[in-house]
């Protein structure tokens, strides 16, 4: 799908916009027309993929991403083996996924993680954003596991302990 047609209406309805104030307003929409394109396609990206990810919720047998090709966005739908079950046979609290109203969430995670993640989400045909969903309903879906006990202290004759670290 190519969004520069979209673009160029954009820009075309700001030059409109600003005919009635004379040639020097005109001037200025169709300089602010091109410093808004980069803007105005990555807010046309996302709103492409938000509606990729509402669509592969809404699907048990599918997904839906959207895939970067220079300027232009491709729609792919993959179609999975077994459907993904979004509820477990029995879950401690039930999960809070019913494929209602979709909300953004920012998250922030080391560099190293993110590109482990997109490994594996590309490895599995599908979205970075539906496989961080699909983790997330898991997480929530099983009993949390018990809090790990404190650390037992070492045995021995106190204050006969090395603390501390080396370096070679």
């Known amino acids: 799908m190519d969004l520069t ?22 001037r200025a929409a169709e300089m602010l027309g091109h410093a808004l394109e980069s803007s105005a396609r990555l807010a046309l990206l996302e709103a492409l993929s938000d509606a990729a990810a509402e669509i592969t919720t809404r ?3 599918a997904t839906v991403e959207v895939r970067l090709r220079g300027r232009s966005a ?10 993904v079950s979004v509820e477990p ?5 039930p999960p809070a996924v019913d494929g ?3 909300t953004r969430l920012t998250l922030r995670m080391p560099e190293a993680l993110k590109t482990h993640v997109e490994q594996i989400a ?14 997330v309903t898991a997480a929530v879906s099983y009993p949390p596991l018990p809090p790990t006990p404190p650390p037992t202290p070492p045995k021995g004759r106190p204050g006969k302990q090395i603390k501390g670290y080396f370096q070679a």
């Open 5 to 26: 047609p979209y673009l160029e209406t954009l820009r075309a309805d700001l030059a409109a916009a600003a005919a009635p104030g004379g040639p020097e307003t005109t």
């Open 100 to 102: 209602g109203d979709l």
């Open 89 to 93: 046979a029995a879950p401690a609290v």
């Open 59 to 61: 699907l048990s047998d």
């Open 74 to 83: 491709d729609l792919v739908v993959t179609e999975v083996d077994e459907p």
């Open 122 to 135: 590309a490895a599995e045909g599908i979205s970075v954003n539906a496989w961080l969903v699909r983790a």
